[in-house]
C-alpha cells in the first residue's frame, strides 16, 4: 500500500533501484546503486520509509541471497539514517527471524551456503547495532539479549575483543614506560661513571695512535703523481690507483709495533662492541623516556651525542690509521660465511646468541654484517682482497663442477654407512666408547677391522618401495556430462568392469565389455596357444606326443570358451535389463534434452542459485543407496568368483 | 495536550474529564519504554504480573522456574548510560532455595489487595503460599490436589479474605487465610479427560480443541486434554461473585454465599451489540467508541445507565442474583439446581484461559484456546458478538489480561506479541512487539499508565507512554542522530 503511494506521489525512484541491487548474485551490493539509493533516500523521509518498508519486504523473499543483499543495505542505511533505525527497530524481531532464522518454524530459505553468510553477517549487524544504538533503543538491546543469552548464539564479539587488544597495547606500553624510567634511573646514577670510562678508552685510543704515528713518521710518503693520474681515464682504474696509493700511505704492522697494534686492536673492539652501543642505547633510551623533569634529560642527550659523535670519529681514525683491525674483520668475514650457508634458521640462532636484546642494536649489528658478504667492505678488502677473490673466483669455478657431480651422485638416506663414506681405513674395533672391562676375558685394544671388510659391514639396507602403480580411471560415460573418475583396480561399483574407453567414453572394444570377467584369463589363453604353437612347430620333431596333448587341451579350451560366451550373452541380457547403467541412459537423454545444456550455459540467476547443486557426495550417496547398482555390483563381483567355477564345470552350470 | 490545559484553565473540562483525557492521550502513545528497564531475575518464562493495588509502586512476577519476584517500578535502582536507561533491579527474590519456596512453576503471583505486606503464589507443586512480604517467609500454606494454574482474591473483599483457586482439579477451592483451610469447594466444572493414545507414541501433549483433536488422530499421537479450572477471577462488583473458566469451556459464576454457580455462559447466547457503558460525564470514550455504536443503540442508552448506577450504588451489599428482575424468577426457580440443558451451555471451544472483569463489573472479557476473544454482558449472560481482532492466542497455559482504566482497552498477549483492542468495536488499537516468545500476562497500571508484559522469553517489558519533547532533548552521552557522510 505505501509502495503504492509512493509511486503515486512521484517517488518509488528508491524502489526500483532497490529492486535492482537485490536481484543480483554477486557477494555485494553495486557500490554505485547503493550510492544512489542513500542519496534518494537521504533527501526524502517518504522514500525513506518506502525504502525501508520495501527492504522488509524484501527480507521475506523466499531466496537467501535476497536477503542478504536486502539486510546489506539495510546495514548501510540503518547506521545512517534516525528514522530508518526507528521504522526498523519496531519489526526488529521480524528482521531478526528472517535473518537469523532463529524460529524453528521460519528456517531461512536455500541456497544453504548464502544462508549460512546471512546468518553470521546478521549476527555480527546486530553486536554493531546494538553497540552503537542500543542505548538508544530498547528493541535492539532485547533483541541482542535474546539471541546472546537465552538462545545462546556466539557472537563475533567484535567490540570486545577491540577493547581488550587495545588495553593489553596500554599494558604494554605502560610496561615498557615504567622499565625505560628504570633504565633511566640507573643512567643517571651510573652517567658520570660511564662518561669516565668511555673517554679513558678515547685517550687509550688515541694514545696509541700517536705512538704508532710517531713510529712511522719517518716513513717517506710516497707523492701524489698528476701525471700519473691523467693517464688514468677509467675511473675504475683511478680508483685502484687511489687504493694502492692509500694503501701505501697506512702504517703497517710489524713487530716493533705489534704489542701497541694489539692493544689498539682490544681497545677498537672495546669501542665499537661496547662503548658505542651502550651510547646508542643510552640515546634510545633518554629519547623514549617521559620524565618530569628534563633539565637532566637534556643536558644528557646533548653529552650523550658529543660522546657518540667523538666516539665515530676515534673509530674513523682508528680505521683509517690502518690498524683497520685485521683480526676482528676477519674473524668476522668467517662467522659471515658460516652464517651465509644456514639462512633463516641462522639469523635466528645469531639473534639468540646476541646477548643485547635491544632490537635497535641488534639490527645495527646484524645488517652491516650481511652487507659485508655481498660487497667486501674496504678494511676486509685490506687484509684478504685476494683471498676473497680467489676463494670467489673458485665457487664460480666450482659451481659446474660441483652442480655436475651432484647430478650424478646419488640420492642416499641417512644412515651409519655414511659416517666412512669411501674411507679406506681400518677400523679399531674396541674403541668405540663401549668399555669391555675383561668381561668376556682379554680386550685387545688394538684389534682393527680391515679396510677391505668394511664395506661387508656397511652394506647399505633398503627398503623397498611399492612402485605406485597408475590405477586407470572408470572413465564411464556420466549422466551429467564428464568422465567417470573413480579409481578402481577391476570393477566400478556404477559403471561395472572397467576397460579401455576412448575420449567420449565409449568402450573401445565391445567384446571385451562382454567378455571382462574371464578377459584376462581368455587373452591369457590365447596367447599362451599361440606361443604354445609357435613352440610346438619348432619342436614338432620332438614332441609329437606333447602337440597332441596340447592340442586336444586347445580343442578343449575353445569348446569351453564357446559354452562361457553362450552363458556370459545370457548373463548380459538379464543385467542389461537391470543395471544401473541401462537404467542410467534413459535419465541422460531426459536430462539432456531438458535443462543440461541451457544450465551450463545460462550465466547464474537467482533462482539458479536455489537449484542445489550437486555435489560428488550426493551422487555417489545416490548410486549407492540405489538398489539396483548394489544389486549390479554385487553381481558382478560375484561373476568374478564364480567365473573359475563356471570355467571348470560349464556344463553344470547352465 | 495543550489544548486541554487550556481548557481546564478556562474551566470548560471538569478536572475528572481532563485527567481522563490526558491518561488515554497517553495510553495511545504507548510504546516500548527506553528509559525504563525492569532487570528480570528468572531464569524461565514469566507466568503472572500484578502491580500492587494499594500504591501501585510493586510489581510482583512468578516465573515458571518457582521464583518470584517484587520491584519498585517507581524508583530505579541504578541508571546506565548517563542516566538515559534506568534499571529496576528486583527488590528480593524467592526461588527454590528458600527453604519453604515453590519446587515447580509459579503460575500465580497475586498481592494480597488490601496492603502490600502479603503476597500469594500458586504453583505447579501442588502449594499455594502465602507470603509475608518484609520478612519474605512463608505465613501460609494450602495443598491443592493438583497444580495451580491461577488464583484471585477480591479486591471488594470486606468481610472475607478469600482464595480463589483454579487448578488442575475440576472443582474450585476457595482458601481462607484466616483460618487455613478451604472454606468452600465448588463444584460444576466438568472435567474432560479424553486420553487419545496409540501404539507408538505416548508423547503426551495437552490439545484443547476439536481441530488439534483431529490432527492427533491423524498423526496419530497420543494426546490428553488439559483438565480443570484455568483461569478465575473475582467479580469487580460484588465481592461474593466469582467467575471461573474451566478447560470445559464453561464459564462459571458462582455466589460463594450460596451453593452452586447461578451462571454458566452460553455463547450461543447473544445478544446484539452492546448496552452502552459510558455514562454522559466522562464523555471522553465516546467519541472514541460511539462510531460503533448503531443508532438503536444509542436509544437505549438512557436506561441501561440508569440501571447501572443503580448497581454500582449498592452492589456490593446487594446479591447479583436478585438484581435482575426480568430473569432473576428464573434463575431463582433454577438455582442452584439449574436445568440441566443450561448447565452444559459453553463459552468458548476448547479451555477458557484467561477472563477479565471490566472495572464497572458490567463486562466480562473471556479468552479461549479457540483464539477467541469473548465480551460478555454480565447482567444478561449474553454473548455480545463483538469481534475481537484476534490472530491467535496461546492454548497451552493460561494468559493473563489486562483493562485500561474505564476499560475501553483490553491488553491480550496474543502469541508473540501483545494487542490492544477496543472493547466495545474489537478493533485493534495497538500492537506491542518486542517480545521474542510467547506473552503470558500483561498487566496495565493505570496510575502512572504503564503496560508491563512477560513471556517465555523471561524479560519483562515496560510499555509506557512516549515522553515529552522536553525530556527527549536530555538524551544522554551519544545523541541518535542521522549520521550521512555521503
Not at chain 2, 458478538?385 to 497455559?397: H, I, P, S
Not at chain 2, 525530556?471 to 541518535?480: H, I, K, L
Request: hydrophobic fraction near 35%.
Amino acid at each position: 500500500m505505501i509502495m503504492e503511494e509512493g509511486r503515486e506521489k512521484g517517488g518509488g525512484k528508491v524502489l526500483s533501484l532497490i529492486e535492482k541491487a537485490t536481484n543480483s548474485t554477486a557477494a555485494e551490493v553495486d557500490p554505485r546503486l547503493l550510492k544512489a539509493i542513500k542519496s534518494v533516500v537521504r533527501y526524502s523521509d517518504m522514500e525513506l520509509r518506502l525504502a525501508a518498508n520495501t527492504l522488509l519486504d524484501l527480507m521475506k523473499r523466499d531466496h537467501s541471497q535476497v536477503r542478504y543483499l536486502t539486510l546489506l543495505i539495510i546495514d548501510e542505511l540503518f547506521m545512517r539514517s534516525k528514522l530508518f533505525r526507528s521504522i526498523l527497530v519496531d519489526n526488529l524481531d521480524q528482521l531478526l527471524s528472517l535473518s537469523v532464522g532463529f524460529r524453528r518454524t521460519l528456517p531461512l530459505p536455500a541456497p544453504p551456503a548464502v544462508a549460512s553468510i546471512l546468518r553470521s553477517k546478521a549476527i555480527e549487524f546486530l553486536e554493531k547495532w546494538n553497540s552503537s544504538f542500543g542505548i538508544h533503543y530498547r528493541q535492539l538491546r532485547l533483541g541482542f539479549d535474546y539471541l546472546k543469552n537465552t538462545l545462546k548464539l556466539q557472537f563475533p564479539n567484535l567490540q570486545a575483543n577491540a577493547a581488550r587488544i587495545q588495553q593489553e597495547r596500554a599494558e604494554r606500553e605502560r610496561r615498557s614506560r615504567e622499565i625505560l624510567l628504570k633504565k633511566f634511573e640507573m643512567f643517571k646514577d651510573n652517567f658520570s661513571s660511564i662518561k669516565e670510562e668511555i673517554m679513558s678508552t678515547i685517550d687509550e685510543i688515541g694514545e696509541c695512535l700517536d705512538i704508532v704515528r710517531t713510529n712511522e713518521e719517518f716513513m717517506p710518503l710516497p707523492p701524489a703523481d698528476d701525471e700519473y693520474f691523467e693517464e688514468f681515464r677509467s675511473s675504475e682504474l683511478l680508483q685502484i690507483r687511489l687504493n694502492t696509493l692509500k694503501e701505501g700511505e697506512k702504517v703497517h704492522e710489524n713487530s716493533d709495533n705489534k704489542v701497541v697494534f694489539d692493544a689498539l686492536r682490544e681497545l677498537y673492539k672495546l669501542l665499537e662492541t661496547k662503548h658505542l652501543v651502550a651510547v646508542q642505547e643510552w640515546i634510545s633510551v633518554l629519547l623514549r623516556v617521559e620524565v618530569a623533569d628534563n633539565r637532566f634529560r637534556d643536558s644528557a642527550l646533548k653529552e650523550l651525542i658529543d660522546i657518540q659523535n667523538r666516539l665515530k670519529s676515534v673509530k674513523k681514525k682508528c680505521e683509517e690509521s690502518g690498524c683497520a683491525l685485521p683480526n676482528t674483520a676477519n674473524r668476522d668475514g668467517e662467522e659471515d660465511d658460516f652464517w651465509e650457508e644456514g639462512k633463516i634458521g641462522s639469523l635466528e640462532s645469531e639473534r639468540s646468541t646476541v646477548p643485547n636484546k635491544q632490537d635497535e642494536a641488534f639490527s645495527m649489528k646484524v645488517t652491516p654484517n650481511k652487507f659485508k658478504n655481498r660487497t667486501p667492505e674496504s678494511s676486509k678488502k685490506d687484509c684478504n682482497d685476494n683471498e676473497i677473490l680467489s676463494a670467489e673466483g673458485g665457487e664460480t669455478n666450482l659451481d659446474p663442477l660441483r652442480s655436475k657431480l651432484l647430478a650424478e651422485a646419488p640420492v642416499m638416506n641417512w644412515g651409519s654407512f655414511l659416517d666412512n663414506w669411501g674411507s679406506n681405513r681400518k677400523v679399531l674395533t674396541n674403541q668405540r666408547g663401549l668399555e669391555l672391562e675383561s668381561h668376556w676375558g682379554r680386550v685387545d685394544y688394538d684389534t682393527v677391522i680391515p679396510a677391505e671388510k668394511m664395506p661387508e659391514l656397511n652394506v647399505h639396507a633398503t627398503l623397498y618401495e611399492e612402485q605406485q602403480t597408475d590405477i586407470q580411471p572408470c572413465r564411464a560415460p556420466l549422466s551429467k556430462g564428464g568422465l567417470c573418475q573413480r579409481r578402481d583396480l577391476r570393477v566400478c561399483p556404477f559403471h561395472g568392469p572397467i576397460i579401455p574407453r576412448d575420449d567420449e567414453g565409449k568402450p573401445l572394444n565391445q567384446n571385451s565389455l562382454k567378455e571382462e570377467i574371464s578377459l584376462d584369463l581368455g587373452i591369457d589363453s590365447i596367447e599362451q596357444l599361440a606361443k604354445q604353437a609357435v613352440k610346438n612347430v619348432r619342436a614338432r620333431d620332438k614332441e609329437v606326443s606333447n602337440k597332441r596333448e596340447i592340442d586336444k587341451k586347445s580343442l578343449k579350451r575353445a569348446k569351453l570358451a564357446k559354452i562361457r560366451e553362450h552363458n556370459e550373452t545370457v548373463l548380459r541380457d538379464a543385467a542389461l535389463t537391470s543395471t544401473s547403467r541401462s537404467a542410467s541412459i534413459g535419465e541422460d537423454m531426459g536430462v539432456a534434452d531438458g535443462e543440461k545444456p541451457s544450465a551450463r550455459n545460462k550465466k547464474e540467476t537467482l533462482s539458479s542459485m536455489l537449484h542445489k547443486k550437486v555435489t560428488p557426495k550426493d551422487r555417489i550417496a545416490q548410486r549407492l543407496l540405489n538398489s539396483r547398482a548394489k544389486d549390479s555390483t554385487t553381481r558382478q563381483l560375484t561373476l568374478g568368483e564364480d567365473a573359475n567355477y563356471r570355467e571348470a564345470f560349464p556344463n553344470q552350470w547352465q | 495536550m495543550w489544548k486541554e490545559i487550556g481548557d481546564r484553565e478556562r474551566g470548560i473540562l471538569r478536572p475528572k474529564s481532563f485527567t481522563t483525557r490526558i491518561k488515554s492521550n497517553r495510553i495511545r502513545t504507548l510504546q516500548i519504554s527506553n528509559h525504563k528497564d525492569i532487570v528480570s531475575p528468572h531464569r524461565a518464562s514469566i507466568n503472572s504480573l500484578q502491580v500492587d493495588l494499594t500504591e501501585g509502586r510493586y510489581l510482583l512476577s512468578g516465573a515458571a522456574d518457582a521464583s518470584a519476584a517484587v520491584y519498585d517500578v517507581q524508583r530505579a535502582t541504578d541508571y546506565e548510560a548517563g542516566g538515559l536507561i534506568a534499571k529496576h533491579k528486583c527488590l528480593f527474590v524467592v526461588d527454590k532455595q528458600h527453604e519453604h519456596g515453590h519446587k515447580y512453576a509459579i503460575s500465580s503471583a497475586i498481592w494480597y489487595p488490601v496492603d502490600t505486606g502479603l503476597f500469594i503464589t500458586g504453583s505447579h507443586d501442588h502449594h499455594i503460599n502465602v507470603w509475608d512480604t518484609n520478612t519474605t517467609q512463608v505465613v501460609m500454606n494450602f495443598k491443592m490436589p493438583g497444580k495451580v494454574y491461577r488464583t484471585a482474591m477480591s479486591s471488594l473483599a470486606t468481610t472475607h479474605m478469600l482464595i480463589a483457586a483454579g487448578t488442575e482439579d475440576v472443582q474450585v477451592r476457595l482458601c481462607d487465610i484466616a483460618s487455613g483451610a478451604f472454606s468452600h469447594t465448588l463444584s460444576g466444572h466438568r472435567g474432560n479427560k479424553k486420553f487419545i493414545k496409540n501404539n507408538q507414541s505416548y508423547r503426551m501433549l495437552p490439545i484443547y480443541n476439536i481441530e488439534e483433536s483431529c490432527l492427533a488422530f491423524k498423526y496419530n499421537i497420543a494426546f490428553f486434554m488439559v483438565d480443570g479450572v484455568m483461569t478465575v477471577e473475582w467479580s469487580t462488583s460484588s465481592e461474593w461473585v466469582l467467575v471461573t473458566g474451566g478447560c470445559d469451556g464453561a464459564i462459571r459464576f458462582w455466589d460463594i454465599r450460596r451453593a452452586g454457580c447461578f451462571l454458566v455462559l452460553d455463547q450461543s447466547h447473544s445478544q446484539l451489540g452492546r448496552r452502552p457503558t459510558i455514562p454522559e460525564h466522562s464523555a471522553t470514550n465516546k467519541a472514541l467508541t460511539s462510531k460503533s455504536l448503531s443508532s438503536g443503540q444509542n436509544l437505549n442508552a438512557k436506561p441501561r445507565a440508569q440501571q447501572r448506577k443503580l448497581a454500582n450504588g449498592n452492589g456490593t451489599k446487594q446479591s447479583p442474583v436478585g438484581r435482575m428482575p426480568a430473569k432473576g424468577s428464573l434463575r431463582q426457580r433454577l438455582h442452584p439446581g439449574m436445568l440441566s440443558s443450561l448447565d452444559r451451555a459453553t463459552a468458548h471451544y476448547g479451555a477458557v484461559t484467561g477472563l477479565k472483569a471490566t472495572e464497572d463489573g458490567m463486562y466480562l472479557l473471556s479468552a479461549g484456546s479457540d483464539s477467541r476473544l469473548r465480551l460478555w454482558d454480565v447482567e444478561s449472560g449474553c454473548n455480545t458478538l463483538v469481534n475481537f481482532e484476534t490472530v491467535r492466542l496461546q492454548a497451552g497455559k493460561p494468559i493473563q489480561l489486562a483493562t485500561s482504566q474505564d476499560s475501553d482497552l483490553v491488553f491480550v498477549p496474543c502469541m508473540t506479541a501483545v494487542k490492544a483492542f477496543d472493547v466495545w468495536s474489537g478493533n485493534t488499537s495497538q500492537t506491542f512487539r518486542g517480545h521474542y516468545e510467547y506473552v503470558n500476562s500483561c498487566w496495565f497500571s493505570s496510575q502512572e499508565q504503564e503496560l508491563y508484559t512477560g513471556g517465555n522469553d523471561k524479560q519483562i517489558l515496560v510499555w509506557s507512554p512516549s515522553r515529552l519533547i522536553a525530556d527527549e532533548m536530555d538524551e544522554g552521552p551519544a545523541q541518535d542522530r542521522d549520521n550521512w557522510s555521503d
